[in-house]
């Protein structure tokens, strides 16, 4: 495997694992008042699985069977008459058992991995940024105000939501084999991508997204991938896009296989909060289209409800 390049930074050289040390510290220093807050939520209906209080499937994980068996589900606020569905979430839940078996009850080492898998997330956004950009200060301006962004606390906060972590950490290094791939010919990491692809697949169903965000960079990205100039008319976009149609096409048609897969095995998920992406894929992408604007403006803040939430004396 290719050596990772230094980077260089105001004239001065850092290591890329300087870097990467650098986004984990923060992260733990940023997230410090959470380690100590225990479990919230659902955690405790995990927990009570692992204890073997409640049966659960061990392959497939903590979210696979029909949630209207689980008691303690059925009394959240999101749950509506007639709720059904499960989830195929088999990494985090392998992580939460490992986790468990090691620490039983002790919640803090469960945040401090979620700490360090979101410092994860950050800088491999730092470094898919730095590769579509170019420039490398900008790039990890964005990735420090994504990792200190209070919108953020709730995954650290709330160990279930460890599904997201690790969905966004796979999905970033996915996306960051592709374009190493595509914009330095090589093949070797895009096969890498797809492994990383299919790691997200099975951590978390937000990651139905991946498809279209390769195709939105390789059509957006044709003529610097194609050598080709600058300021490409529509059409040869679109004749350089098809060209390629392998880079984009196999990982949509991984994506459309794992659909057929997990809609024959899992349950649609029908209640009030959760919108399957691969039961329910044009509802799931109308709430998507329709929430975004809600969702920038949710970046303009660093106080966002959920600090509140779990630790209620910074209400005022």
Request: proline share 7%.
């Amino acid at each position: 495997m290719a050596r990772m390049p230094d980077l260089t930074i105001r004239g001065r050289r850092f290591s890329i694992w300087v870097i990467a040390l650098f986004f984990l510290l923060l992260s733990l220093l940023a997230y410090i008042p959470y380690l100590n807050i225990g479990f919230s939520a659902d955690d405790f209906i995990f927990i009570n699985m692992l204890e073997g209080a409640i049966p659960y499937d061990r392959l497939f994980g903590l979210w696979y069977g029909d949630i209207d068996i689980y008691p303690g589900f059925n009394a959240l606020w999101w749950i509506e008459p007639g709720v059904a569905g499960a989830f195929l979430r088999p990494l985090p839940s392998w992580t939460l058992t490992l986790l468990y078996q090691v620490f039983s009850r002790n919640a803090v080492p469960f945040h401090i991995t979620l700490v360090v898998i979101h410092g994860l997330v950050a800088f491999t956004a730092f470094l898919v940024l730095r590769r579509l950009s170019k420039k490398v200060i900008p790039a990890l301006l964005a990735a420090f105000l994504f990792l200190i962004c209070e919108d953020h606390g709730m995954t650290i906060a709330w160990i279930t939501t460890i599904t997201d972590l690790m969905c966004v950490l796979f999905l970033n290094l996915a996306f960051l084999c592709h374009i190493i791939a595509r914009q330095d010919g090589k093949l070797w990491p895009f096969w890498l991508s797809l492994v990383f692809f299919l790691a997200a697949l099975a951590s978390k169903e937000t990651v139905a997204a991946y498809p279209l965000i390769v195709i939105a960079f390789e059509f957006l990205y044709a003529d610097t991938l194609s050598g080709a100039p600058d300021n490409l008319s529509f059409p040869e976009r679109t004749r350089f896009f098809f060209r390629h149609w392998w880079a984009w096409g196999i990982p949509l048609a991984i994506f459309l296989t794992y659909m057929i897969f997990y809609t024959n095995l899992v349950p649609p998920m029908r209640n009030l909060m959760y919108l399957d992406p691969f039961t329910q894929p044009l509802d799931y992408l109308v709430a998507a289209l329709t929430n975004l604007p809600v969702m920038f403006v949710g970046l303009l803040t660093q106080f966002l409800p959920s600090l509140a939430v779990m630790l209620p004396a910074t209400l005022p």
